[in-house]
Each structure stands twice: as C-alpha cells, then as structure tokens.
C-alpha cells in the first residue's frame, strides 16, 4: 500500500518536472531532443547520488514469468530505445523485470540531422514522432562497456538488439558482442534481432529478407543457445509476420517482437521542414497500442512462437490485455520517457489480479 503510494506520489511530480522542462527548453527553437539532455544529466545526477534509494521499489514475487530457460521477475520490459546507464539502471531500480539495450550497429554514427525527435497528437492521441536514425556509438564501444557492474549486479535478463544494413553486418555485430557474452560470468543474456526500424529515411526495415533470417538464424545457432527475439515492424503484413513465424519455429529457443514505432509523414502530424528534419519518422505511443493487440492475437492464433508485446503499452490495463491475448512478456518505452514511475504501480496492480 505504501509502496503504491509513494509510486503515485513520484508519478505526478515527475510528470510536473518534465512538462516543465520541456516548457523552457522545447519550444525556442522546437526540439524534444533538449529537452531529453536535459531529463538524462538530471536523471544521472540521482542515480549516482544516495537520492537513488528513494527510487527503489521491489517486485511482487507473485508476478514473474519465463521466456524458455530465462526468468523475468516482472512481465514488464524496457524496449530497445536507449543505452543510457542512468535510465537502464533506473528503470531496474522501479521495477522492470529486464532490460534490452538500443540497437548496436558496425561502425559509430550520428544519426539524422536535428531536429529529429517532437510530441505530436495522433488521432487525439499524446505520442513521439523521432527521425533519430538510429544514432550509435558503436560495436566497440558496446563490447567495452557492456559489463557495467551497476546493470548486471540486478541479476535479471538484459537483452542486446543487433542491428546491420545487411547481412555481414549482422553477423559481425553479433560474433563480436557474443564473444564478450561468452566471456562473462553473466548468463542472463538474449539477443534481439532488429528487422524493424521505421524511422530512417524512407521508413523501411533494415532487413526483411527471409533467406538473409533464415541464415543468420543458423549463423547463431551454430556457437549460441541464448534466447534470441526477432523484432518485427508493425507495418509489415499479417503474412510477413506469419511467415517469419513459421521460420522462426525451426529454430530453437526463439520468440517474436511484434511491435516498434510505426512510420508516418512529418506533414501528417503538422510538422514542417523547420519543426522536423526528415520527411518522415517513427510514431510511438498510445495510438500503436490497438494495432498491437490485433498482431499478438494474430500470432497467438496461428503459431507456438512466444511473443513479447511492444507498442503503445501505457497502462496496467493495456499489458492485462496484451497478456490475456498471448504475450508472455510487455515491451515499454513511450511510459518509460513519459512517466517511469507507473512500473511499480503496474507491477502492484498485477500482483492484486493474480
């Protein structure tokens, strides 16, 4: 009850501070990203202070569930969107049962010229539009800076997304990180494979080849046993999905994402050239949530591959849906950003309706 409370109590004044943030530092000239810097060095300065105590909640020993032979103490996941230690161990700290850190790619880049990443309503609903381009600093600096002690020492399941624009690349991000992987103590590992990524210029995946799958699956499987999610974009068809399904099931110990933010123009959302560098970008949010519900039917209807729901989950009754249609574990990332604190309060809610 009071853990509840204080979480409710967290909630509204993290939601006053940020709205406050993004007042004065959002909107001359209109750019989010500022704003977020701003969130990030403060949110650093608490979890490396004694303050990071008061941010501590424990989970309910009731709700935990399990992807194969990994145990999550909560169903509730962060998204691969960011590779922050301050947030990844924050996150930890409320309550999320795992962590996957932001897509690793080759060689360090950038990302898309800002701004890159605004609030927008969409179909009168709060979201994000981002063009980050998938800004990263790359394998190296991943490999070197993978076992940081304030992440693992949770002991829960940390996932790695890997990224390429083809497929040597893909498995030359993977062997690098898999031979730090082997090398540690830590077992908790999953790989997610991103095939998804709407938000670069023209809103296509990074790979949708089945053949290119199919042989990068087998690449894995030959040196690793670790769980290995493939992420799925929300803009692929109901056949695509399916079809991945079914390659997905000769393998083992593999489970499907079904979700990631979906690719909409700038100009549909109101944003001109000055607002929005891209003419496109990723929508997140609240309005994907529907389109993921239908897809983790979809798969649970048609397949035994396990599915991790990812997009638009806001709310205890959102991922209580989610999980009611087949999904073993909920991916969250807008309500990470926008107020991380309903992780207790949802793991709270799980652990009364069991």
Same mark, same amino acid.
């Given at each position: ?23 004065l530092c959002a909107r001359r000239p209109k750019d ?76 360090? %880049? ?6 890159? /990443?605004? *609030?927008?309503?969409? =179909?009168?609903?709060?979201?994000? @539009? $981002? ?104 803009? %692929? ?6 079809? /991945?399904? *079914?390659?997905?099931? =000769?393998?083992?110990?593999?489970? @499907? $994402? ?32 529907k389109n993921t519900l239908k897809r983790v039917e979809l798969v ?55």
């Amino acid at each position: 009850m009071l853990s509840n409370v204080r979480a409710k109590i967290f909630s509204i004044n993290y939601r006053f501070i940020r709205r406050t943030i993004i007042n004065l530092c959002a909107r001359r000239p209109k750019d989010l990203e500022q704003a977020i810097m701003i969130g990030d060095r403060l949110n650093s300065s608490l979890m490396n202070s004694p303050l990071r105590n008061f941010f501590k909640f424990s989970i309910p020993k009731n709700i935990s569930t399990s992807l194969f032979d990994l145990e999550f103490p909560s169903p509730l996941v962060a998204a691969s969107f960011k590779d922050d230690i301050d947030a990844l161990f924050q996150w930890q700290l409320l309550g999320l049962g795992g962590i996957t850190y932001k897509t690793v790619l080759k060689t360090p %880049s950038d990302g898309n010229k800002r701004p890159r /990443i605004q *609030e927008i309503y969409y =179909n009168s609903h709060y979201g994000l @539009i $981002n063009s980050l381009g998938l800004p990263t600093k790359g394998l190296e600096h991943f490999v070197s800076n993978f076992d940081n002690k304030r992440i693992l020492s949770f002991n829960r399941p940390v996932g790695i997304s890997i990224g390429g624009n083809n497929l040597d690349e893909y498995l030359s991000v993977f062997s690098k990180i898999h031979l730090k992987v082997h090398s540690l103590d830590f077992k908790k590992v999953f790989y997610e494979i991103n095939i998804s990524c709407p938000n670069t210029q023209d809103g296509k995946c990074l790979s949708d080849n089945l053949e290119n799958l199919s042989s990068l699956l087998t690449a894995i499987r030959s040196v690793s046993s670790n769980v290995v999610i493939v992420k799925v974009s929300p803009d %692929s068809s109901n056949e695509d999905v399916l079809n /991945i399904c *079914e390659l997905l099931s =000769n393998f083992e110990k593999c489970a @499907i $994402n079904v979700g990631n933010t979906k690719h909409i123009s700038a100009q549909s959302v109101g944003l001109n050239a000055n607002e929005f560098s891209e003419e496109g970008g990723g929508l997140s949010g609240i309005a994907l949530f529907k389109n993921t519900l239908k897809r983790v039917e979809l798969v649970h209807n048609n397949s035994k591959i396990p599915i991790i729901a990812t997009g638009g989950i806001m709310d205890y009754n959102q991922v209580k849906s989610v999980q009611g249609k087949g999904a073993v574990l909920v991916g969250m990332a807008t309500q990470l950003v926008t107020d991380p604190f309903k992780i207790p309060q949802i793991n709270i809610k799980l652990s009364h309706a069991l």
